[in-house]
C-alpha cells in the first residue's frame, strides 16, 4: 500500500512496528490511546538493548527526550500540546510521529495560513444537501478538529501563528469546554469532546509578531520549544536517516560519501556563525540554515547526480545545490555566500585539500551563473 502513496503518513509507514508495539504493550494507557506513554517515546526515540526488546526500533525523531516527554505528558492530560521553535527543526515530524503512536491517525490536520477561517476549525455545510434537505447534522461537514473530538484523536494545527487571530481565538472554547456548539439545529446541536481528544499545534517562533498568541490561549497550550540541532553528530544523524528514506523512496543505488556530508555540515556551521556576528539582516542569508535545509540540499545533490551526472554524488554539484537553495535574494545573498567562498572555503581548500577544491569551483560556477 505504501508504494501507492507518494507520502505515507506515519501510522502506514511503520504500521506493522506499530501493530507489533502494541502486542507487547501492558503498560497502562491513558484514555483511548494505542499506546502507553512508554511505547509512544520508544516509537519515537527507538529502542536501547536496555530495553530488552525482540527486535529493534529505529530512532524516527532525533533531539532531546524530555522534548518528547513532556509532549507525551501533555496529551496526558486536558491541555493542549504547542510545539514551537525555528523552521526546520521537526516540529511537524514529532507532531505527526505522537499523534499515530497513540491514535494511528495523524492526518486530521488544519494548515493555518492568511486564508485559515474558523469553519476548518469547527464546521461548515454540503450547500446541496442544505438546499435539498435543510441543515441537518447529515448536511454538516466537520473539521479534522471535530472529526478529532467526536472520535476522541489528536488533532493538529500547522503554523498556528499564520492564522488571524479571530480564528485563533475559535480555539479557545475547544481547548477549555471541549465541546463545539452548532446554533443552525436545533436538536443534536452540540458536539462533545470524547476522552482522548487533544490538540498538537506548531508554530514558527521566526514568525512571531505576525498573529501573535493571545493571553487566553496560551495559557490552554503547553508550550515545548524545540531548539535548534547544533550538534554536529546529532545532525549527521539526522541527514543520514532522511537521506536512507529518500534513497530507498526512489529506488536509487548511490552512497553519500562521509566527506561531502562533513562538508555540508562544516558550510552550514560556517555559514551559521556568520549569521550570528552579521550586524543587520542584509549581512545574513535569508535562509534559517536549518537541517531540514541542508537535507532538502542533500537531496537536491542526489536527485541531480543520479538523473543528470554520473550516479556519483560530486562535491561540484553539493555546491551547486547549496548555492542554489540558499541564494534567494539577488545580489544580497550571492554576495554572501561569495564572502564566505573567498573567505573560507579557499583558505581551507588550501590547507586541507581533498575534495574541498572541487566544492569551492563548483560554488563558484553556481554563483557565476546566478549573477
Not at 538493548?49 to 525523531?61: F, M, N, T, V, Y
Not at 500540546?81 to 527543526?89: A, E, F, K, S, V
Not at 452540540?190 to 481528544?197: D, E, K, Q, S, Y
Not at 547526480?305 to 545573498?333: K, Q, W, Y
Request: hydrophobic share 40%.
Amino acid at each position: 500500500m505504501t508504494e501507492q502513496i507518494l507520502r505515507p503518513p506515519a501510522e502506514i509507514k511503520y504500521a506493522e512496528e506499530l501493530d507489533w508495539l502494541e502486542s507487547i504493550d501492558d503498560g497502562p494507557k491513558p484514555f483511548s490511546w494505542r499506546l502507553s506513554p512508554r511505547m509512544v517515546r520508544l516509537f519515537i526515540l527507538g529502542s536501547e538493548p536496555s530495553d530488552g526488546l525482540d527486535r529493534k526500533i529505529e530512532q524516527k525523531w532525533f533531539g532531546d527526550r524530555t522534548f518528547v516527554e513532556r509532549s507525551i505528558v501533555t496529551l496526558a492530560s486536558d491541555r493542549g500540546l504547542l510545539l514551537i521553535g525555528d523552521p526546520g527543526t521537526g516540529k511537524s515530524w514529532l507532531a505527526e510521529l505522537l499523534a499515530a503512536a497513540i491514535c494511528r491517525n495523524s492526518t486530521l490536520v488544519v494548515q493555518g495560513t492568511a486564508g485559515t477561517t474558523e469553519d476548518h476549525i469547527k464546521y461548515s455545510w454540503n450547500v446541496s444537501m442544505v438546499i435539498a434537505k435543510g441543515q441537518s447534522r447529515e448536511s454538516l461537514i466537520p473539521s479534522p478538529i471535530m472529526t478529532a473530538m467526536e472520535q476522541g484523536m489528536i488533532g493538529r494545527f500547522e503554523e498556528l501563528t499564520r492564522a488571524t487571530s479571530d480564528v485563533q481565538d475559535a480555539l479557545i472554547s475547544i481547548l477549555s469546554e471541549k465541546y463545539i456548539s452548532i446554533p443552525e439545529l436545533e436538536h443534536d446541536n452540540t458536539v462533545f469532546a470524547r476522552p482522548g481528544f487533544s490538540i498538537i499545534a506548531t508554530a514558527n517562533s521566526r514568525d512571531r509578531g505576525v498573529n501573535d498568541l493571545s493571553s487566553a490561549l496560551k495559557r490552554r497550550f503547553n508550550f515545548v520549544r524545540i531548539p535548534v540541532v547544533t550538534n554536529k553528530n546529532r545532525e549527521a544523524e539526522i541527514i543520514r536517516f532522511r537521506t536512507a528514506e529518500l534513497l530507498r523512496r526512489h529506488q536509487i543505488d548511490l552512497e553519500v560519501p562521509p566527506s561531502l556530508l562533513d562538508i555540508l555540515l562544516r558550510s552550514f556551521a560556517d555559514l551559521r556563525a556568520a549569521a550570528e556576528s552579521a550586524t543587520s539582516d542584509d549581512e545574513k542569508l535569508e535562509s534559517s540554515l536549518s537541517t531540514a535545509e541542508q537535507i532538502g540540499i542533500l537531496e537536491d545533490a542526489i536527485l541531480h547526480s543520479n538523473f543528470f551526472g554520473e550516479r556519483t554524488l560530486t562535491p561540484e554539484i553539493l555546491a551547486g545545490s547549496l548555492v542554489g537553495a540558499l541564494a534567494r535574494r539577488s545580489p544580497e545573498d550571492l554576495a554572501i555566500l561569495n564572502k564566505y567562498l573567498h573567505g573560507v572555503v579557499e583558505p581551507r581548500s588550501k590547507e586541507e585539500g581533498g575534495l574541498w577544491p572541487a566544492f569551492l569551483d563548483g560554488g563558484r560556477q553556481a554563483i557565476a551563473a546566478l549573477s
